[in-house]
């Protein structure tokens, strides 16, 4: 009778046998052809005349005369002679219109000028931060300002939204051995002009048990995790206006330089009141890596730290109230606008893609606009923020609150723009 022969890998330890599961699914997903050490590729679609009419704000006649006249970059024709816009050819355009119409380049050209200050805010803590994160850099990026978004989560959340899920991270950076590699070679550009990426992956678990490491050997004394994160954003300080962190762990080395590094917070919030008291618990962590961070000697301030109500439903009395007593405990650092709970940003969600890649039919025109305005009137707010701190007057709440009243107009005037 012929023996039989067992499988080579009935023998394995525990270890041997996840190792080789990793191997195995790591040479299916080659073999099928996934992007494993490069992005999944991307493109962003095009934009209709009267929708970068809306995002430049200025007619779209005008932007139809400047492409007769053959000013600004040649918009692509479809069908009927309708134009067209890729977010490249926006930014030309905002480089055009600053240079013809000097008096208002601040407008079309926001990026900050010498002296002003980079700005780096923190998504720090709470529900759909990082939603928050992903349409604050794209609709900044839309505005016309160089950003660079830094995923901090080893889970890679946002990265995964722009197609990466294993090209480096902030340990590259960080870590603390000879093969530290320059903040440059980390950034990674993403289908949005104007807008790069530190991709977040597993590998910056190793920071914080490195750290931890070193924070018990050195007698409990602060390392220099959190300064390792300012030195890195220093490196590309001249290429950038601002830079969004996003998915720092709540406890820990990583989610220390976050708050170190940043000039501004934000912290989201849900209006329930287990969301609530969570809230409060963060913000007493919060303020513990903060008195670490000054205990060492090192001091600072922020610029800002605001609160956002997301997930919110207006129609809802219970939340209503809610938000009525956020605002009476928080004042003025509660942002007026807020995120609506919508089904427009979960099917976009769901695709790995944000309402600015999709066109309205993808999600139904109505729900679209509607979320639409209110992400939009979020990053409005933080734009103003940030050009307060650049001494700069508020301009973005009061065109976000024009594109608003505009309403059905407008939706009509995108279906017979050309």
């Not at 340990?171 to 002009?193: K, N």
């Amino acid at each position: 009778m012929p023996q039989t022969v067992s499988p080579p890998y009935e023998k394995e330890i525990t270890s041997e046998r996840i190792w080789r599961h990793g191997k195995g699914l790591l040479g299916h997903s080659r073999v099928r052809g996934a992007a494993i050490n490069c992005p999944e590729a991307r493109t962003l679609r095009s934009f209709s005349l009267a929708e970068v009419a809306e995002i430049l704000s200025v007619s779209g006649s005008y932007l139809r005369q400047l492409s007769i006249d053959g000013l600004g970059p040649t918009p692509e024709l479809g069908t009927a002679g309708r134009r067209s816009y890729t977010l490249r050819q926006i930014n030309e355009l905002r480089t055009y219109l600053a240079s013809a119409r000097p008096k208002e380049a601040l407008k079309f050209s926001p990026r900050r000028r010498e002296g002003e200050k980079r700005q780096i805010i923190s998504v720090a803590y709470g529900p759909a931060r990082t939603t928050t994160a992903l349409y604050l850099v794209q609709g900044l990026a839309f505005q016309g300002f160089r950003v660079l978004a830094v995923d901090l989560n080893p889970e890679g959340s946002l990265s995964k939204m722009f197609g990466y899920f294993s090209n480096g991270s902030m340990y590259g950076v960080l870590r603390y051995d000879d093969d530290r590699a320059s903040m440059r070679h980390v950034i990674q550009p993403t289908h949005f002009d104007g807008l790069d990426l530190v991709p977040g992956t597993i590998e910056l678990g190793r920071f914080e048990e490195e750290s931890s490491r070193r924070y018990h050997s050195e007698g409990l004394r602060y390392p220099d995790a959190s300064m390792r994160m300012v030195s890195a954003i220093e490196e590309v300080e001249v290429d950038y206006d601002v830079v969004v962190i996003a998915g720092a762990p709540l406890c820990g080395f990583l989610g220390a330089g976050a708050f170190e590094a940043a000039t501004g917070v934000l912290v989201t919030v849900r209006p329930q009141l287990t969301d609530i008291a969570s809230t409060a618990m963060f913000l007493h962590i919060f303020s513990h890596s903060i008195f670490q961070i000054e205990k060492s000697g090192r001091s600072f301030s922020y610029d800002f730290t605001k609160f956002l109500v997301t997930r919110h439903d207006p129609r809802d009395v219970p939340k209503q109230e809610t938000v009525a007593l956020l605002r009476d405990a928080l004042g003025d650092d509660l942002l007026n606008a807020s995120v609506w709970e919508s089904d427009a940003i979960r099917q976009a969600w769901l695709q790995e893609r944000s309402l600015y890649e999709l066109s309205a039919g993808a999600v139904g025109r109505s729900a679209y606009e509607q979320a639409m305005e209110t992400l939009n009137s979020v990053n409005a707010e933080i734009m103003d923020l940030i050009c307060k701190v650049w001494g700069r007057p508020p301009i973005y709440v009061s065109q976000a609150s024009r594109s608003t009243t505009a309403g059905k107009t407008k939706s009509r005037s995108r279906r017979l723009s050309k």
